[in-house]
């Protein structure tokens, strides 16, 4: 896999790993914390509520010492006068006081009287399940002693009953304690209607004892117990539920209240959550971009160039073609490192063919001068055959000795030495070094202008080289046409012959090192002509056909710009 | 009858030595060999010799060094030097320390003779402007053909 890939894929699931890592850390921590904060909320609210309630046990209390810390009072239970009854216990007297029901009873336990006021201020006998709770026990009128009050909620069967029972004094709260006087206000829709307003929340009732199983009561029936009098749990999205235990005056679980409130707090923390992790994306996201382009343009996009960059060395005919990247970071060292160990290699390989080309050297001297004496001493005389074999010989050793020169000059950088000279002049001196065929006519139509400044020993090799390919592919005879002429700062030479011309894969491989068409040949000639020309920063380029003959031109600029140096 | 020149060849191929001594001696010229500096030497302390042909890489010492070391004879001896190292730095030194010629290996026989025939003839052409010297020579050359005769 490609290293821009596994970047990319380790990152992304680096980015994703991280997100879910914060997205549980945050839902265990943070809004782990904001649910208690929510709870702790919910829990003084629900007591907020308990403390409106128990307020309006003392104000119920506090209104009825009023009555049963009377004189008037002290008497009526005692003689039950109808006066009192007329004046005081009037249906519009206990409906200012918010009062729904009044009973007195002596200390006998016998009610003295006993209203249940209606909302149209009629008055209706007490309710019997009432009856019944006062006659069964004393709980709801005995008082010990003259600082006695009893508050508490009656679970009556219709309604739950908010009362407040004071002894029954005379004015400046001394006994005996004549009896009881009990009031009582109706825990009905509108009571918690009344609640509701004060402590600015809903509210809503159930019995404990309820058995329904399907509604949020039932959880926290389960939950709640004397010991943990309140409980709080998430109705929804939207409200938090806060639930208290009630008891009734007998001190027996008897309704459960339920505080209803917005889920503001927990709704913060997750908009909180939400904004980090996305924050955390954006960041990681820029993040991973930023490292992805960093990465790119220092490293990945170089390394590609750089691999590139040596295919591109690795396939050039001149070998003194460099990487020659500058900078100081590590892909330009290695650059260069690359490039050191290329000069090195090349080096010993120069080594090796100039040892290799004077190792042979000898030899060959051997041979032609042993040749040259058999020829001295056989003379003129010397039989046709052992001419033939002598010639063979002598054309082998200079075809051995060019092999030689051509392999130490391929593995040598080209120094040139520049001089100036014409297209017309250049070409002159290099037909002047080959044997024209007889039956190929060499047409010259270059000019002297312009002038160029090249080396002109190796320049005339090139033409050299080229003239004497043309004639190799014209071996029936032809026309070799050598013109010249000016373009946009280059001299352009052009050789067009009449031979046999070349395949296209031929073409393709002409200026090739070791590539060759001749049974004879290293294939160095064009490869020599391609790197002598570009050291002089031209081009050569070949357009044939098979059986269309063949035109090399050669592109020169007339100021040379020097390219693949030479550094020794 | 004009005094045959003699003409040393100086090198450590041993097959170079022989075919050009066998060429040089059918051209009509006394050759003798050296295959090292030091033999060079002594030969040339020895022997007078018109022509040295010398090759550049010798096993024991540099040909440019030979050159120097060589002793001065009258007239002044031809330095042919011969090569298979042909590189511009070898062929500076070569001139600077006094050769006349520079050829490379595998050389052109021909053009070899050729620059031995030339060169002696300007060494023969200098050799007759100055009587004083001839006579020197004749009378050297006589001590020295006394000292062969007996071989």
């Not at chain 1, 729904?100 to 309710?127: E, K």
């Not at chain 1, 002509?529 to 269309?548: L, P, T």
Request: charged share 25%; net charge negative.
């Amino acid at each position: 896999m490609r290293a821009r890939r596994k970047i990319l894929i380790v990152m992304i699931l680096m980015g994703i790993t991280m997100t879910l890592v914060l997205y549980a850390g945050s839902q265990i921590i943070l809004l782990g914390g904001f649910a208690r904060l929510e709870e702790q909320h919910a829990q003084e609210n629900v007591e907020r509520t308990l403390s409106v309630l128990s307020n309006e046990f003392s104000e119920l209390s506090s209104k009825t010492a009023d009555y049963a810390e009377w004189n008037d009072t002290y008497n009526f239970i005692q003689d039950a006068n109808e006066e009192y009854i007329q004046t005081n216990l009037g249906a519009d007297t206990w409906a200012n006081l918010r009062i729904d029901l009044v009973v007195f009873i002596n200390s006998a336990g016998q009610i003295v009287f006993g209203a249940d006021y209606q909302p149209d201020l009629t008055a209706t006998p007490i309710p019997q399940s009432l009856l019944e709770l006062i006659s069964a026990n004393d709980t709801l009128w005995h008082h010990p002693n003259v600082d006695s009050v009893i508050t508490g909620i009656v679970p009556l069967e219709e309604e739950a009953l908010l009362i407040a029972s004071r002894p029954i004094l005379t004015n400046d709260h001394q006994g005996p304690v004549r009896g009881a006087l009990i009031t009582g206000r109706y825990l009905d829709s509108e009571e918690l209607e009344y609640f509701a307003q004060i402590v600015h929340l809903p509210l809503s009732l159930s019995s404990f004892s309820d058995s329904e199983t399907n509604s949020d009561f039932y959880a926290a029936r389960q939950s709640l117990s004397k010991e943990n009098p309140v409980f709080v749990q998430p109705l929804n999205a939207d409200t938090v539920a806060g639930y208290a235990l009630l008891t009734d005056v007998y001190e027996d679980p008897y309704l459960v209240l339920r505080v209803d409130m917005p889920r503001d707090i927990y709704k913060q923390g997750e908009a909180s959550i939400v904004y980090f992790l996305l924050s955390q994306v954006v960041i990681g996201i820029i993040f991973g971009v930023t490292v992805m382009l960093i990465l790119e343009k220092q490293v990945l996009s170089r390394m590609e160039r750089l691999a590139h960059d040596l295919k591109s060395v690795g396939k050039s005919e001149n070998v003194s073609e460099r990487l020659s990247w500058s900078g100081t970071d590590e892909l330009a060292l290695l650059a260069e490192a690359i490039d050191s160990m290329m000069e090195e290699r090349l080096n010993t390989i120069a080594q090796l063919a100039a040892m290799v080309g004077h190792d042979l050297r000898n030899p060959l001297t051997g041979i032609a001068s042993a040749t040259y004496y058999l020829r001295m001493k056989l003379g003129p005389e010397m039989s046709p055959k052992i001419k033939e074999m002598l010639d063979v010989i002598d054309n082998d050793v200079e075809y051995s000795n060019k092999i030689i020169n051509d392999l130490s000059e391929y593995s040598r950088p080209i120094t040139l030495e520049l001089m100036e000279s014409s297209p017309k002049s250049m070409v002159k001196e290099a037909l002047a070094l080959v044997n024209i065929p007889a039956n190929v006519q060499v047409v010259d139509f270059t000019e002297d202008k312009p002038k160029i400044k090249v080396d002109a020993d190796k320049m005339k090799r090139v033409f050299v080289n080229i003239i004497k390919n043309s004639f190799d592919a014209m071996p029936e005879g032809g026309k070799l046409i050598i013109e010249s002429r000016e373009t946009k700062g280059n001299a352009e030479i052009a050789f067009t012959d009449t031979g046999v011309g070349m395949t296209k894969e031929t073409v393709e491989r002409i200026f090739t090192p070791l590539f060759t068409t001749k049974a004879r040949g290293m294939g160095f000639g064009t490869a020599i002509c391609k790197r002598i020309i570009e050291a002089h920063g031209g081009k050569i380029s070949v357009e044939s056909a098979v059986g269309k003959g063949a035109t090399f031109i050669l592109s020169i600029p007339v100021k040379p710009m020097l390219k693949g140096g030479d550094k020794r | 009858m004009k005094e045959r020149a003699r003409i040393l060849v100086v090198d450590d191929d041993e097959s170079v030595r022989r075919t050009f001594a066998a060429i040089l001696e059918e051209s009509g010229y006394i050759v003798d060999t050296a295959e090292s500096g030091r033999e060079a030497i002594e030969k040339s302390n020895k022997n007078f010799y018109n022509v040295a042909l010398v090759d550049i890489r010798l096993l024991d010492m540099e040909g440019t060094k030979l050159l120097a070391m060589m002793k001065e004879t009258t007239p002044r001896m031809v330095k042919i030097v011969i090569t298979g190292y042909p590189t511009l730095q070898n062929a500076v030194d070569a001139v600077n320390m006094g050769a006349d010629a520079y050829v490379l290996k595998p050389p052109n026989i021909n053009e070899l003779l050729n620059t031995i025939k030339e060169r002696l003839q300007k060494q023969e052409e200098e050799k007759s402007y100055s009587e004083e010297k001839v006579a020197e020579f004749i009378q050297r050359r006589v001590r020295e053909i006394e000292k062969e005769k007996p071989k």
